[in-house]
Nanobody, 119 residues
Framework: VRVVESGGGLVQAGDSLRLSCAAS????????MGWYRQAPGKQRELVAT????????NYADSVKGRFTISRDNAKNTMYLQMDSLKLEDSGVYYC?????????????WGQGTQVTVSS
């Protein structure tokens, strides 16, 4: 399974942005997908996750009510709609996918897409 992010950019505080994560390969084995972010000098942190079929979602407290994670399984694509962006939302956003490989769970990471929120 491979994942590729897109949609990052430079926006102003209060603006919206939508990130996309396209999955390829054995997408039928994906169990969960998620968004993580990493700001300069900080550890990578969870932003949101969504299970296969979109039945269950989970958000970091810092983005609850502002970000929405979703999946379009027909397109093998996951999205992160980010509204009311804040300066502290800046960072590199990574997509990942947990998938079944033989009898184990593996994780595939994308290369990341930069999101910069300016004042």
């Amino acid at each position: 399974v491979r994942v590729v992010e897109s949609g990052g950019g430079l926006v102003q505080a209060g603006d919206s942005l939508r990130l996309s994560c396209a999955a390829s390969g054995s997408t039928g084995t994906i169990t969960r997908m998620g968004w993580y972010r990493q700001a300069p000098g900080k550890q990578r942190e969870l932003v949101a996750t969504i299970t296969n079929g979109g039945g269950s979602t989970n958000y970091a407290d810092s983005v609850k009510g502002r970000f929405t994670i979703s999946r379009d399984n027909a397109k093998n694509t996951m999205y992160l709609q980010m509204d009311s962006l804040k300066l502290e939302d800046s960072g590199v956003y990574y997509c990942n996918a947990d998938y079944i490989f033989i009898s184990t769970i593996r994780t595939s990471w994308g290369q990341g897409t930069q999101v910069t929120v300016s004042s």
